[in-house]
């Protein structure tokens, strides 16, 4: 779980965890994130629940018997 205590950490997060929202910019979501930073003004906090995953693969090596 995240918690937020300002919009100017949500809009940080946002931008170095690019994969989230791949076309975040301010400019596009002004509206959301006026909405946003009017409810953490009334409730001091926003918290978010994020599940994330390693994903690691490897090319099988091909065997020379083969």
């Known amino acids: 779980m995240l ?6 950490a949500v809009i940080y997060h946002l931008r170095m965890v690019a994969w989230q929202i791949p ?3 301010v400019e596009r ?4 994130l006026r909405r ?6 009334a409730e001091g ?9 390693l994903i690691a693969a490897e090319r099988p090596i091909p065997s020379a018997c083969a």
Do not use: C
């Not at 979501?29 to 959301?32: K, L, W």
């Open 3 to 8: 918690t937020f205590y300002d919009i100017g």
């Open 23 to 25: 076309d975040f910019s």
């Open 29 to 32: 979501y002004d509206a959301s």
């Open 36 to 41: 946003l930073h009017q409810r953490i003004s």
């Open 45 to 53: 906090r926003i918290n978010v629940h994020a599940h994330r995953f």
